[in-house]
């Protein structure tokens, strides 16, 4: 009560005009002897033409589910085709937000490169694994900072999945693209349960050695082999759109998302990639450099279902441009797949000699 009064005494001190009290006169325009100029237009961030037009032609030619998407870093544009805002799978792509999750945690003090950690065989899941054959006796004991390099550059299936549990599953994969607002990215369960998902196959251990997974699909039904990858492509629990996959690493190349280390170790981590050497790479000029990630999904017959490669392409002025192109579904021969994403390159290559001359 007392301090009530205290603030209404205050309230209705002399010093407050009262509704009965002249009106305060009206201060006299100030004049300003400089000029102040007009605010300046927001810069019109239009597409390159001869680059738009490069990729629609592309698009137009190549047959499948696919999507390209093309955000230049310094510059501000985008270049997209049909499909850039349609999730794609993204198969070893996802690789990414596991390392950025890492990074994530690692900029809030919550986890260390030099961290040890023991991969056991109960941890081995399926397909390219080379970890798998330093797993012996009571596990192979490594580092966090050596899961991280094997997951990135050799695409290492195992390794990703033992990071993935050391930064806390799935869930803390989907909580990090939520946090940092990346957009229409999905994170699936992990290699295992999403390779036999798109296979028609329910997971046990014992598929993780000896090609046991490989003759376990071999005796499906092909009936059941494809209703299953129809239902992971119409719906993949891993897809992404190649517009959110490119606007997430222009802001990562921009350390718009973690730290200045932290981003210059996952980008050098992805400069040492040796995988996708047909892919994206393939077509850059000397003097270009890249860094980036691939991905590729399960084989029935001729049709494919996710053929990716996304990454940070710099050119020799240093100016760069993140790139995604992604194939989620098409019968179009390995090397025509290739192909496209050469070409998506070699048009952004051509783009920025371009315009540089």
């Not at 799935?170 to 349960?193: C, H, S, Y």
């Not at 992971?232 to 998302?257: S, T």
Request: some cysteine; glycine content about 10%.
């Amino acid at each position: 009560m007392v301090g009530t009064c205290a603030w209404t005494a205050a309230c209705s001190s002399p010093s407050r005009p009262s509704g009965s009290g002249p009106a305060p006169a009206v201060s006299p325009p100030v004049e300003v002897s400089i000029p102040i100029p007009a605010a300046a237009p927001p810069a019109h961030r239009v597409a390159p033409a001869q680059l738009t037009a490069s990729i629609d032609a592309l698009a137009r030619n190549f047959d499948g589910k696919f999507g390209i998407a093309i955000r230049a870093v310094d510059e501000g544009w985008t270049v997209t085709s049909p499909g850039a805002r349609t999730r794609m799978p993204q198969q070893s792509v996802s690789k990414l937000w596991v390392a950025m999750t890492l990074m994530d945690l690692r900029d809030q003090g919550k986890a260390r490169l030099d961290d040890p950690v023991v991969v056991r065989p109960e941890d081995l899941t399926l397909f390219h694994q080379p970890i798998a054959m330093l797993v012996k006796g009571d596990g192979y004991h490594t580092t966090v900072g050596e899961l991280l390099t094997r997951a990135l550059t050799h695409s290492d299936n195992t390794a990703n999945d033992r990071l993935l549990t050391y930064v806390g599953g799935p869930a803390a994969v989907r909580a990090m693209i939520e946090r940092k607002q990346l957009g229409d990215i999905r994170f699936g369960p992990g290699e295992r349960l999403l390779q036999s998902k798109t296979a028609g196959l329910t997971w046990n251990q014992a598929m993780a050695q000896g090609g046991g997974f490989e003759a376990a699909r071999s005796r499906l039904d092909p009936a059941v082999r494809t209703a299953a990858l129809d239902a992971y492509v119409n719906d993949p629990p891993d897809g992404a759109a190649p517009l959110a996959i490119a606007d997430a690493l222009a802001r990562l190349a921009r350390g718009e998302l973690f730290t200045e280390t932290s981003t210059r170790i996952l980008l050098d981590t992805m400069g040492a990639s040796v995988t996708g050497r047909a892919r994206l790479r393939a077509a850059l000029p000397a003097g270009w450099k890249i860094a980036h990630k691939t991905g590729t999904g399960q084989d029935l017959g001729t049709r494919n279902a996710g053929f990716n490669d996304v990454g940070l392409l710099t050119a020799p002025d240093g100016r760069r441009y993140a790139i995604a192109v992604m194939i989620g579904d098409s019968r179009r021969p390995i090397r025509e797949r290739q192909q496209l994403i050469q070409a998506v390159a070699a048009a952004v290559a051509d783009y920025a000699g371009g315009s540089r001359a």
